[in-house]
Structure formats: C-alpha cells, structure tokens
C-alpha cells in the first residue's frame, strides 16, 4: 500500500509533464492513489493538452489555495515550477522537488546557464523542500557531463533526461515515503532570475578572452530565446544567439 494517496503533481514545463506522465508514472502499479496535475498562473494551462487528465492552475500566493492544498493533499511533487513553496505550505505537507541541477552547487534559476558561464558542475537533484529555494535535505543526484559546445539549451536537454531517470529510479520510494535523505555538503551558490538577467546586456567594451567571452555567448543561448544583447549607438537593442556545430576530427 502506498504511503501517499492523494499526491499532486505541480510544473509548468508541458513537455516534462507529458513525459512524466507517460514514463515514469507508468511504472507506478497502484491502484488506490490520486494524482492530480496543476500549473501556476504564469502558464497556460491549454499548453498541457496533451495529459490524459485535466490541469488546473494553482496560485501558491493564494492563502485560500494553500489551505485547501494542506486539507486536501499529503504529497506535492514540484518538478520545473515556477512559484516560491510557501513556509507554511512546506510544513504541513510533504514537498519534494525535482531541480534541474546538481545542489548545491546549482540552485536557483537556470542552472545550466551558470555551469557554463562560471564553469561549475551540473545535474539533477531530487530534494525535500523547505523554506529556502533548492535547499532542502537530497533524495537523490547525479551529474551530467558539460562539453565545450554545449549551448544552454543542449545542457539543459541532458539535465532533463537525468532528472527523468532519476524520477523512473526513486519514484516508488518516494510514494511509499521509503527513501533515504543526506543534507546537503555546503550553502552552495544560489542564482536568482535577476543574476541571470545582469548577464544577459553584452558590455561591448569589456576585456574578457575569446574562451570567457564564448562561454557567456553559449550559456545565454537557448534555441530562439532572445537573451544575450548589446545596445548599438543609438540606443537599439541587438540580440546576439550563438550556434555551435560539433564536428568530430577526422
């Protein structure tokens, strides 16, 4: 028998929703719990068509929403969300995330931008969550390798990957509340959204070498996002997407 029976599954990414659902929740064989789905209200909830089950939006800045949240669920599994976990929420339910990158080292936004920039370390991690953003006690991680052509958006599909296999792995321990807990080594770094947009205007006049420079243009492109930018002399704004092509010697 389950631990857990009324668990409710939080993101806004529709493509890691669909592949959980199919994936890993598949491989769940019991018949006696609920799962439910919800986005924030920073998403469309149209975007998660394709789920064999109905999405609602969930405003965790809502007290109302909280409460009937404690009442009503005792499993709340967050996997790309993108709203703060309320204190009271996180101590009156069970609330695990799963974290695209390797905690401590990479916790808060865009993790893989920051491995490629400051060259650090990447991953998954799946954590308790307490009060603190990416903070909580670690279920489970594994890193993944970064290369030198790597873009933001080719790390960030290979951390997705991870954190599935990750989730196939420890899912059942995680319904049946059976899995082990180590606490973190370190603090670690913490980046916030607002780090991550102090890198994205490009200082034309900054010494940097060809190596930092590349680093900066890689981990600000991601597919057809518009992030990296310099202003031309009369004030515009240049977007700037690098494109690496690997190519193999010989």
């Known amino acids: 028998m389950p631990y857990y029976k009324n668990i409710l599954i939080i993101t806004d990414n529709a493509c ?3 592949r959980f659902e199919k994936e890993v929740l598949s491989i769940v064989k019991y018949n006696d719990i609920e799962i439910r789905f919800c986005c924030s209200p920073f998403s469309n909830k149209k975007d998660f068509k394709n789920l064999n089950c109905d999405v609602r939006v969930a405003d965790l800045r809502d007290k109302n929403t909280i409460e009937s949240l404690i009442l009503s669920k005792d499993l709340i599994l967050s996997i790309h969300c993108k709203q703060i976990f309320p204190k009271l929420l996180v101590n009156s339910v069970k609330c695990i995330n799963v974290h ?37 006690a670690i279920i489970a ?28 792995d420890n899912i059942d321990s995680i319904f049946n509340n059976t899995y082990d807990l180590f606490s973190p080594e370190e603090e670690g770094e913490l980046n916030l ?5 102090s890198m994205c205007e490009l200082d034309l006049d900054e010494q940097l070498s060809m190596r930092d420079a590349l680093k900066r243009l890689r981990g600000l492109s991601h597919g057809d996002y518009m992030n990296a930018y310099y202003i031309d002399n009369v004030g515009n704004k240049i977007y700037v997407v690098l494109k690496t092509i690997y190519e193999t010697k010989g």
């Open 16 to 18: 890691i929703a669909e």
């Open 100 to 136: 695209p990158g390797y905690n401590p080292i990479n916790r808060g936004w865009y993790p893989q931008v920051f491995a490629i920039i400051k060259d650090l370390d990447i991953g998954a991690t799946i954590h308790e969550i307490d009060e603190y953003l990416d903070h909580g």
């Open 141 to 168: 991680r594994a890193k993944v390798e970064k290369f030198e052509y790597d873009t933001s958006l080719s790390l960030y599909n290979r951390v997705v990957e991870k954190e599935l296999e990750l989730l196939m």
């Open 193 to 197: 959204k607002k780090d991550f947009s």
